[in-house]
Each structure stands twice: as C-alpha cells, then as structure tokens.
C-alpha cells in the first residue's frame, strides 16, 4: 500500500508530490495524460509569493531562468508597480503552463517520485485503514492518504461528496488559437456582453478571447459557437476555420466547502474554481500544497496527529476566498456597459492612493497571506522575509534554510534550544540583516529569534525568551 497517492500530475500535484517527497513519504502521482504535452495554453506565469515558495525549496532560479520577469501587475486597468515591494523577487514571472510543469516534473523526478501517466482515476471507497482507488479499466489501487489534484471538475471532489459554493456563472468566454482569413482587429473590446481580444500567433493564426453573446455551459466549445462569438463581437467571423485549440471558461467563482471527507483531500483547482483573470489559479495550487505538503507527511510518519490536517482547511480556506473575490472583481469589471465604465472608474479612483495600491500589490502577488495563528508581533503566521544571515558556518538566507521543507528554529539572538524537538527542527543561530519589513503592512519590530514552518510562515516570535516556544513546537513539530 502507498502512503500517499496525487491525482494529477497539473502544476498542483507535482508540487505537493516534490513536498511529500523531502517529507519522506512514499507517494506515487496518477495523471491520466498518457504524455505530458499539453493542449492550449493555460496559465501564462505567476506572482512574487509563488517564485519565493519555489526558492524556498531551491528551484525559482530553474524558473526564472525560462521566463521574462515583469516589474508590474494590474488590477483591472490600473496598473500598479511592484518593483519596490519588500521581497527578493519584486515581479510576476511571465511563463507557459507547458514550461511551468516540465521544471516541476524535473523536480519531482529528482526526488524520486513515482508518476504513472494513462491512468484515470474514477472513483474511490475508504475504510478506516485506507483508500482504494478506482481506475479506468476496473483496477484498483490501496493508499494510505488520497488526495485529489484532478483540477476544477475533480472526480476526487465529486466521489468525495465535498459541496463548492460561490458565485454561478453568468458569462462563458471562448479561448484559443485559430486559422484565419482576414486581418485581425486591434486591440481589446469591451462591450455589454464582456471582453473581446484577439492577437497574433508566431505561427499566423489568431490567439482569441470572445465573451460569447450568451452563456453556455457546454465542455467543448464547436467552431459554430466560435464563429457565432466573432461576429457578435467584430461583426465578422474573420474566416475562422482550423482551430489549434479552443476551450471554454465561465465567470463563476466557487470554493469546497471542506477540504479534506477522512482520508482524502482536494487541492488546487480540485478545491476552487474562478476566471483566470489576474493570473492567481498556479499560485493558489501552489500554496495549497506547500501549505498540506508538510502535514501530512508528519500525519503519515506518526510525528503529529490527524487534527494537524484540519489547519490545512483552517489556513487555505480564508486565504483563498480573499484571492476569489479579488479576480470575482476584476472579472466583473471586464464589461463596457454604463454601469460597469462606473465601477471601474470608481476603482481607479481609489487605487489612486499610494497606500491602497501597496495594500492590492500585497494581496495579488500574494505576499500577504496571513494566518490566523493568534495574537502577537506582526511576524506571527506571516511569510518569512528572505533576510540575509550570517551564521557560524558563514553567509546564507532563510530562503536556503527551507530547501529540504524542514521547520527551522531561527535563533537571531542566542539562548534559543529546540531540546526534544531536535530531530525535526534545524536550529539554526545567525545575525539577520535586511529590513524587517512585510509588503502591504510596513517595517515591524526585529524578532530575537522565530519558528519557520516547512512552509516558510512564521509559527513563533521569541521576545528574548522562549516563551511559548515549547507549546508551537508542540503543536507544528508534533509531540515531542
Ligand atoms: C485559459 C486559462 C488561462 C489561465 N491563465 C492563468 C495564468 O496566467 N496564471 C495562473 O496562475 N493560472 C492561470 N490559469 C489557471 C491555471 O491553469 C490553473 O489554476 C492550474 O492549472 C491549476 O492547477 P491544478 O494542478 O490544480 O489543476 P490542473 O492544471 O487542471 O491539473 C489537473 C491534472 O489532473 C489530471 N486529471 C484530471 N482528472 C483526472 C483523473 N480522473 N485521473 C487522473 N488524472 C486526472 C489532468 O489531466 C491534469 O493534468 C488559467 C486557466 C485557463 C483555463
């Protein structure tokens, strides 16, 4: 039997598959791709937080080395610059879903992790030992821990019974790539019905986005329907024919209500659908499974009890919702009607302000996520900046401290001991340097010393003493 068995080989579950694997758990992804191409474009980069969650393990420069890095993000048509936010990745990271998930595979690879492609999963039924997972072809197959990254219409989601609530969808847009005849309008349209933009591709065929004039639900989207939205839109189908790729997105926003029925859980898209408007869908994935990553593979080597995985829901939950709400506006925006023109210049209107730029640059880039970890210094539950240290053995930074997703004791001023915990958490004793300074919140107090989660959040900040110490280790390290 397996420990544990991902769903989904999208940029979620590889990287839940890299977390489990430097947890030490045995786990084995299932993609029902029987090769890793991908059809259509997807994603096309993600935000500051994302290239330092994959620092803290290592990789960002793999990423950063294939795509372009943009000082500057937008909230509907306001652009906001992000270049001066305190962290060590100031930009959004411009790069396909197909590159994103070939440097993970690489990874995971790396790591030793099993991935077995054809394979579809189509159901599951759970005992009190484990999970037994229904493959096509009427095989089966036993894991301790089950957890679906199967994306937005998740078999996992659905055969778990976990409900998605959220906002119901009430414009469908067509996405991809097609042949066309005549030359391409410029630029992008808003109308009543939605946005429209088309642009050209390398290879001469036209990239589009086209609100369809009415909302439709169907999976696949005909060239009909296609040329049907062109001319509503342009008042001419420009000749389509041959479409590369198409596909169909709505503007509905929804979110599992739970996040894990016994020994499963979902992830990434698997756990909450929205519009790709802002680019956030990688990222929440990402967070998601750096954030279930290290608990379960405590839960799985008996360090912590099961209860552990209910912070995951705890965490992701809220943290997500914020994110949703966020791209439900910018989505609603996307229109050209009167009243929408309003909204959106009420909104440019007041991110004119310097401080409530810096306070959405935080939130979509995703640097402000702050957990609930109960009252304290400003560091409690926040990510850990990047600082410099300095430390007997020489230079570093916390970033390198993180590569092996173990929780560090950072002492900064000296007295600090992990005692029992010793052998789950790296103690490590340095002198920071750099600002103390958190985007979207302002310069806060130095800390004499703090407990990092695997996941890069700060579970304790010393005053000097180690007050509260033994109780955070406790409950993030398990019992000692
Ligand atoms: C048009 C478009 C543009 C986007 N642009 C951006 C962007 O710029 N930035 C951004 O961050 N996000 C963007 N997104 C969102 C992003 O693509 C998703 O949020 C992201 O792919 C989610 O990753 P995931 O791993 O959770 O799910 P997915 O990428 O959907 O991966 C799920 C995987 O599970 C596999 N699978 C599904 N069912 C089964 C099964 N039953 N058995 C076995 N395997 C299964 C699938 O084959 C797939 O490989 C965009 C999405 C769309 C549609």
């Known amino acids: 039997m397996r420990e544990v068995i991902v769903v989904g080989a999208g940029p979620t579950g590889l990287m839940l598959a890299g977390e489990l694997a430097l947890a030490g758990v045995d786990v084995e992804v299932l993609e029902r791709r029987s090769t890793a191409e991908l059809v259509g474009t997807r994603a ?3 935000h500051a937080r994302t290239i330092e969650i994959l620092d803290q393990r290592g990789i960002a420069d793999r990423f950063l080395a294939e795509g372009q890095t ?9 652009p906001l610059e992000i270049g001066e936010l305190p962290t060590r990745h100031p930009y959004t990271l411009g790069l396909g879903q197909a590159g994103i998930e070939e440097i993970l595979l690489g990874w995971v690879e790396e790591l030793g992790v099993s991935l077995r492609r054809g394979v579809e999963v189509t159901g599951f039924g759970q005992d009190d030992q484990g999970v037994d997972v229904h493959l096509a072809g009427g095989t089966t197959a036993r894991t301790a821990w089950l957890v679906g990254a199967d994306g937005g219409r998740s078999v996992v989601r659905k055969a778990a019974g976990i409900e998605m ?3 119901e969808p009430t414009r ?10 005549q030359e391409l309008p410029e630029g992008i349209r808003l109308d009543e019905v939605g946005i429209h933009a088309l642009s050209a591709m390398p290879d001469g065929t036209a990239g589009f986005v086209v609100t369809e004039p009415a909302l439709s639900l169907a999976a696949e989207p005909t060239l009909e329907e296609l040329r049907a939205a062109l001319v509503a839109a342009f008042g001419t189908d420009l000749g389509a024919h041959e479409p590369r790729w198409m596909s169909r997105f709505t503007d509905a926003t929804r979110q599992v209500v739970d996040y894990r029925r016994g020994r499963v859980l979902v992830a990434g898209d698997a756990a909450h659908v929205h519009p790709p408007t802002g680019g956030q869908g990688v990222g929440l994935g990402v967070q998601d499974a750096v954030n279930l990553g290290w608990k379960l593979g405590q839960v799985v080597r008996g360090d912590s009890p099961e209860g552990l995985l209910d912070t995951y829901r705890a965490e992701r939950h809220p943290a997500t919702a914020r994110v949703l709400a966020n791209v439900t506006t910018q989505a609603m925006m996307q229109r050209g009607d009167a009243r929408t023109s309003a909204l959106r210049e ?21 640097l402000d996520v702050a957990l609930d970890l109960g009252e304290g210094h400003p560091l409690l539950g926040r ?29 900064l001023a000296g007295g600090l001991e992990p005692g029992r ?6 103690h490590v004793a340095a002198s920071a340097h750099g600002p103390w300074e958190l985007p979207g919140v302002g310069p806060v107090p130095a800390p004499a010393g703090v407990l990092i989660r695997p996941d890069g959040h700060v579970a304790w900040v010393g005053d000097g003493t180690d ?13 000692a």
């Open 44 to 46: 096309r980069g993600f």
């Open 70 to 78: 943009v000082p500057r993000l937008a909230f509907g048509a306001t």
């Open 165 to 167: 609530v959220g906002a």
């Open 172 to 181: 469908s847009l067509l996405i991809g790539e097609v042949a066309v005849t």
């Open 346 to 366: 009420t909104v440019a209107d007041l991110l004119a302000d310097p401080g409530t730029r810096a306070r959405m640059a935080a939130l979509l880039t995703g």
């Open 383 to 411: 990510r850990m900046p990047d600082l410099d240290l300095v430390t007997a053995a020489g230079p570093t930074r916390v970033c390198a401290l993180l590569h092996d997703a173990r929780a560090v004791l950072l002492d």
């Open 421 to 426: 915990w010793g052998g789950r958490v790296r």
């Open 467 to 479: 007050a509260g110490l033994r109780e955070a280790l406790t409950s993030w390290c398990g019992p």
